[in-house]
């Protein structure tokens, strides 16, 4: 099967079923090769319906996760854009077709190298990757029209949400614990009120340096 096959049967029978029909979402899909942001070893797997193991617990989220979260995020040219746990960079560059600017945070240093690289052979300009702990997100360049977090979390920080736009910023994170989790779109709609609306069911690798709920012994 060649790459461009591959490709199309991922479009095909991976994302349109999981309702990601918005035809700019699905046409970038086929200009960003998510196989240039996938390590050599792997590059066979690329289209397969999984995360991708990334080394030390990390992962790459799965092709139609990433769709379905680019689409609920309603990207446009003006919006300014914050990623947490870029890993290889893949839907950083999705992003920054759809936005005027995205600042992707990398807290491991060898993936954080590794976005840099392939957003550099794929001609994406308009990405800036930081090397850092993501817990606390950005202030410095707030606020942000949308921020993602591409991987899970027990909860989302309040002082991540203080840091979207007031009125349309939205940002979308992969909450709770296994084995299901739920991808959750918040939109701060005045200083201190924010509506937050279940979007899907599913199950990510956790985010490293975001807080975990206390458990409870019995």
Same mark, same amino acid.
């Given at each position: 099967?060649?790459?461009?096959?591959?490709?199309? =049967?991922?479009?095909?029978?991976?994302?349109?079923?999981? =309702?990601?029909? =918005?035809?700019?979402?699905?046409?970038?899909?086929?200009?960003?090769?998510?196989?240039?942001?996938?390590?050599?070893?792997?590059?066979?797997?690329?289209?397969?319906?999984?995360?991708?193991?990334?080394?030390?617990?990390?992962?790459?989220?799965?092709?139609?996760? $990433?769709?379905?979260?680019?689409?609920?995020?309603?990207?446009?040219?003006?919006?300014?854009?914050?990623?947490?746990?870029?890993?290889?960079?893949?839907?950083?560059?999705?992003?920054?077709?759809?936005? $005027?600017?995205?600042?992707?945070?990398?807290?491991?240093?060898?993936?954080?190298?590794?976005?840099?690289? =392939?957003?550099?052979?794929?001609?994406?300009?308009?990405?800036?990757?930081?090397?850092?702990?993501?817990?606390?997100?950005?202030?410095?360049?707030?606020?942000?029209?949308?921020?993602?977090?591409?991987?899970?979390?027990? $909860?989302?920080?309040?002082?991540?949400?203080?840091?979207?736009?007031?009125?349309?910023?939205?940002?979308?994170?992969?909450?709770?614990?296994?084995?299901?989790?739920?991808?959750?779109?918040?939109?701060?709609?005045?200083?201190?009120?924010?509506?937050?609306?279940?979007?899907?069911?599913?199950?990510?690798?956790?985010?490293?340096?975001?807080?975990?709920?206390?458990?409870?012994?019995?």
């Amino acid at each position: 099967m060649t790459i461009e096959k591959a490709r199309f =049967n991922m479009i095909e029978q991976q994302i349109r079923p999981w =309702n990601v029909l =918005n035809l700019g979402v699905l046409e970038l899909l086929t200009i960003v090769h998510r196989e240039d942001f996938v390590p050599a070893a792997l590059r066979a797997q690329a289209f397969v319906d999984t995360e991708l193991p990334l080394g030390n617990g990390r992962r790459m989220l799965a092709p139609r996760v $990433e769709a379905r979260m680019l689409q609920e995020l309603k990207l446009s040219r003006q919006d300014r854009v914050l990623e947490i746990g870029a890993a290889t960079g893949h839907l950083a560059a999705l992003m920054a077709h759809q936005a $005027e600017q995205v600042f992707a945070i990398e807290p491991d240093a060898a993936l954080a190298d590794a976005a840099k690289a =392939n957003l550099r052979k794929a001609g994406v300009q308009n990405v800036r990757v930081l090397q850092q702990a993501g817990a606390s997100g950005l202030a410095a360049e707030a606020p942000f029209d949308a921020i993602v977090l591409s991987g899970s979390v027990a $909860e989302v920080p309040a002082g991540l949400l203080a840091q979207l736009r007031v009125g349309t910023g939205r940002l979308i994170a992969i909450v709770g614990d296994d084995p299901v989790m739920q991808a959750r779109l918040f939109t701060r709609v005045g200083p201190d009120d924010y509506r937050s609306l279940t979007l899907f069911e599913t199950s990510a690798a956790r985010l490293p340096g975001f807080a975990e709920l206390p458990s409870f012994a019995f």
